[in-house]
């Protein structure tokens, strides 16, 4: 990999005779990297044993092989599926338990890493930040700790971003985040920055983002007469409780109301929600079902909703209940 390197070094300053031809040689290095990578599993590879692949792959080098068109897509998806079986499992297992652990942290009580530190992105990549209050030393000093885990993210950020194509680490890491600190940040399709929840003790919270497990710092209580936001339609106009009232999305903390398609109705485009009374019980399960995976509703529900729009506007109402 240091060949490699030393390669690009050489074109990019002009010291080869063929540079096209170094460019070649020097992404069929990298391709069988690649390869190698991702028969990890059948070469009994480890996280450890990966790294310094992982390492290559973050590196300026290697998004420059991409952007010459020189690396084998083949080779880049197998890889990046490895990576994410064995490195992202190892790693991303490793950086949870420090995050879970409340070691070293007498004068905190049971007061978990987790929850004396922010992840944030600074600029330059991402940080463990310490949080507002408490004991600032414990605090920074906490942050100092967890720079391992630090660097290790952002080499995880930078790989990932260049098998992808792309260098827009900020964007990668947003969109990703869920998946890089699972036991930091939730699931977007699950749970969302303003959605609001029911908690087992009756109560109702926001969830306003950052730690979803610190429930002091990334959450705020939400008043039980106060109105829940239900989020906005495609024209703007605020969602309402539909014709069903709220309905739990599987495998989630949150409800749907009323799960809006756009359809032609009369010439007109338009949005209709699809959360309607005509619909059987075997249809609001599978839409549901569908809303959790953030998979389209059903064809036979989307008739449905039709059908039941065209009634509503022949009667000269609106689409929606509310």
Known sequence: MDGVKQQLSLVKNGKVDNPELALTQAGNVANNILKQVGNAGSLGLNAAKLQPAV???????????????????SAVKAASEAIQ?????EIVGGIAAKLDST?????????????????????????????????VGMRTALSKDLSSSTQIINQMVRAGAHMAGRNDYQQYWEENKH?????YFPDPVKLKVGQVVDFPDGSKREYIGGNFKDEANSWKAVSKTQTRDYGNR??????????????????????????????????????????????????????????????PPPEDVIQAAVAHAKKRLKEGKGVFAN
């Open 55 to 73: 390492a290559f792959i973050s590196s300026p080098e290697y998004l420059e092989l991409q952007k010459a068109g020189k690396i084998d897509p």
């Open 85 to 89: 079986v064995l490195h992202g499992k």
């Open 103 to 135: 070691a070293g942290l007498a004068r905190a009580g049971s007061v978990k890493n987790s929850e004396l530190v922010d992840i944030v992105w600074n600029g330059a990549g991402v940080a463990f930040s310490p949080k507002k209050g408490g004991d």
């Open 179 to 183: 998946m890089i600190v699972p036991s």
């Open 234 to 295: 495609p024209d703007g106009s605020k969602k309402g409780t539909g014709y069903l009232g709220e309905l739990p999305i599987p495998g989630t903390n949150a409800v749907a109301t009323e799960y809006s398609v756009g359809v032609n109705l009369n010439g007109k485009e338009m949005d209709i929600p699809t959360l309607v009374p005509t619909l059987s019980e075997d249809q609001k399960n599978r839409l549901l079902q569908a809303i959790g995976k953030d998979q």
